[in-house]
């Protein structure tokens, strides 16, 4: 089975007002999960945390359909497991935020 041909988009995202956090992506109404997106950035040395002050650069995303992005802040621990926020509310259903050109800035409410 062949790969779909789509072009492939990159965007530098800030978030204000974050302290760390996470990015949540989409492409059309289908979710990344956490994990592989870490795993295609893990593969380009790219590090997706969101941080104080920094950038973070999303990369060589098929836009097989239009990317937006969400932002949920870390969270304590609650077990032994990582826990993708994506799949579990309130962060399931936070705010995307389209991305149209090769930078984004969003300020998560």
Do not use: K
């Not at 870490?38 to 990317?67: C, F, K, S, Y």
């Amino acid at each position: 089975m062949a790969l779909p041909l789509a072009p492939a988009r990159s965007c530098t995202i800030t978030v204000t007002g974050a302290s760390s956090g996470f990015l949540g992506v989409w492409v059309g109404q289908r979710y990344v999960p956490l994990d592989l997106l870490v795993t295609h950035h893990d593969w380009r040395a790219v590090d997706i945390l969101v941080t104080a002050g920094r950038p973070v650069r999303l990369t060589d995303i098929g836009e097989l359909a239009p990317i937006s992005v969400a932002y949920a802040p870390e969270q304590p621990p609650t077990g032994t497991e990582f826990v993708d926020p994506f799949t579990v509310p309130p962060f399931m259903n936070a705010e995307r935020f389209a991305i149209t050109g090769s930078q984004l800035s969003i300020r998560p409410r």
